[in-house]
């Protein structure tokens, strides 16, 4: 994956209500604004509020691909997934917390942090609708390799960057080892340790792509 796109769910557990972790809306500042033409935004302004909007959207589907999922869960699964999906939800806000600090106190965060946000909740619905089939997600089998680029990555990426957004990407880290972790927990309950080692490096794999991503931008 490249990095994310300029064009969930942020909750305590005490929001947890029949099986769906709500999301705060972002459309209510949104749509206080006279709405753009998203196909033709051309100001920062105009962009950062389509920005807001795409994840908007995203972010409704992953809550209809939750909610639909959490039914067909046992007891057990279901405290695993809402366990994997919080710690998503503190991976994603750390992850993009990281993303728009490139261009931090600038016009351009919104929009930057927005665009993230959008892309990680895709991608966590789509994951959502796979175990909705009955399956998990396809992963690799060399978890051990793909473990140690992960660490040359992390390391060359974090000597290239100033203290306040280096200590902003190892809190994302470690927010993604937690989440990494129980997602892998969750889709062992269902497949034993063949699920969990093919999780373990799907997920370690897609991290790489990121950081890789991230080692472009900050040359």
């Known amino acids: 994956m490249t990095p994310f796109r300029n064009p969930v769910i942020s909750t305590a557990l005490g929001c947890l209500v029949g099986g769906v972790i709500a999301s705060p809306s972002l459309a209510a500042p949104v749509l206080m604004a006279q709405q753009p033409d998203c196909n033709k935004a051309q100001t920062q302004s105009a962009m950062n509020i389509c ?37 998503w939800i503190k991976f994603r806000d750390a992850e993009c ?22 892309q ?20 690799g ?15 060359q990426l974090l000597q290239r960057l100033e203290p306040d957004r280096k200590q ?6 470690l927010a993604w080892i937690a989440f990494r972790d129980a997602t892998c927990s969750f889709e062992s309950s269902g497949g034993g340790n063949a699920a969990r080692n093919q999780c373990l490096t799907r997920l370690t794999n897609q991290r790489n792509q990121q950081l890789q991503g991230y080692l472009a931008i900050d040359r």
């Open 97 to 118: 917390d990281f993303y728009g600090s490139e261009a931090e106190g600038g016009s351009m965060q919104p929009m930057l942090v927005s665009g993230c946000k959008d």
């Open 51 to 87: 920005a807001g909007l795409s994840y908007e959207e995203a972010d409704r589907a992953l809550n209809r691909a939750y909610q639909a999922l959490v039914p067909k869960l046992s007891a057990t699964r279901r405290q695993k997934l809402t366990d994997a999906q919080l710690r």
């Open 168 to 173: 902003k990407l190892e809190t994302a880290e």
């Open 120 to 139: 990680i909740t895709q991608r966590r619905t789509a994951d959502l609708n796979t175990y909705l089939t009955g399956k998990s997600p396809i992963g």
């Open 141 to 155: 089998s060399n978890y051990q390799s793909a473990d140690r680029r992960l660490n040359q990555f992390y390391q």
